[in-house]
């Protein structure tokens, strides 16, 4: 398996996916990198949902293009939400690029580090997946829509506990390309400052 290092620094965001199943040993690989992620306290309080039924993401496409499709774009809004909205407006906008596998990570809004937790969870999961050859990109939609009823009532139902919000989510699959990009990326930011 690759070296850490490797793995983190060649790990690129894939949006475009073979439709084959991820092997049952890879994913358990993955979920235990999220779950061995750091969190404030040790409070352990992420909740992994494993989305792997093709029927079941295909409901939460519609459903999130139709809450999306209803929400008016704002002056200085987030570009990635206005993207978001104005190409379900359009129509056939899938949140999660038609991965064969979504895990939403859910946490507690009481508890003051959810988001920072879930962030560590993910990106431990997307270092792994890329560790394993298998694509991944962090998907942002159902937090942005955690309050709405209708996809609160249905992450609800697919076993998200009442107290709990989406915070997160990643997309994994085998990408379309064969390996996933491993190109390095330019920055053009991620500023440093060294005090000797
Ligand atoms: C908090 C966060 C939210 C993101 N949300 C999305 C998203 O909803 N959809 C998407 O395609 N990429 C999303 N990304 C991926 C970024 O666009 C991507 O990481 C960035 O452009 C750098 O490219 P790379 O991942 O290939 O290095 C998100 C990344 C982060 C860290």
């Given at each position: 398996m690759?070296?850490?290092m490797?793995?983190?620094?060649?790990?690129?965001?894939?949006?475009?996916?073979r439709q084959?199943?991820?092997?049952?040993?890879?994913?358990?690989?993955i979920l235990e990198a999220g779950r061995q992620a750091p969190s404030g306290g040790n409070s352990q309080l992420n909740h992994f949902l494993v989305i792997r039924r093709a029927d079941v993401i295909r409901e939460?496409?519609?459903?999130?293009?139709?809450?999306?499709?209803?929400?008016?774009?704002?002056?200085?809004?987030?570009?990635?939400?206005?993207?978001?909205?104005?190409?379900?407006?359009?129509?056939?906008?899938v949140f999660c690029y038609n991965a064969p596998v979504l895990i939403a990570v859910a946490n507690r809004?009481?508890?003051?580090?959810h988001m920072a937790d879930v962030a560590c969870a993910i990106e431990n999961m997307m270092i792994a997946a890329n560790a394993l050859d298998l694509g991944s990109?962090?998907?942002?939609?159902?937090r942005w829509l955690n309050e709405e009823p209708g996809l609160l009532a249905r992450?609800?139902?697919?076993?998200?506990?009442?107290?709990?919000?989406?915070?997160?989510?990643?997309s994994l699959g085998w990408?379309?390309?064969?390996k996933p990009a491993r190109n390095l990326m330019k920055l053009t930011g991620n500023e440093v400052t060294w005090i000797d």
């Open positions: 690759m070296e850490a490797e793995a983190i620094l060649t790990r690129r965001s894939t949006r475009n996916f084959e199943a991820v092997e049952q040993d890879k994913l358990e690989k939460l496409v519609e459903q999130v293009e139709k809450a999306f499709a209803k929400m008016e774009v704002t002056e200085g809004m987030y570009r990635s939400l206005r993207h978001s909205i104005e190409a379900s407006r359009r129509g056939g906008y809004p009481d508890y003051g580090n990109c962090w998907i942002n939609q159902l992450m609800r139902a697919l076993g998200m506990k009442e107290e709990e919000r989406i915070y997160g989510a990643v990408p379309a390309a064969g």
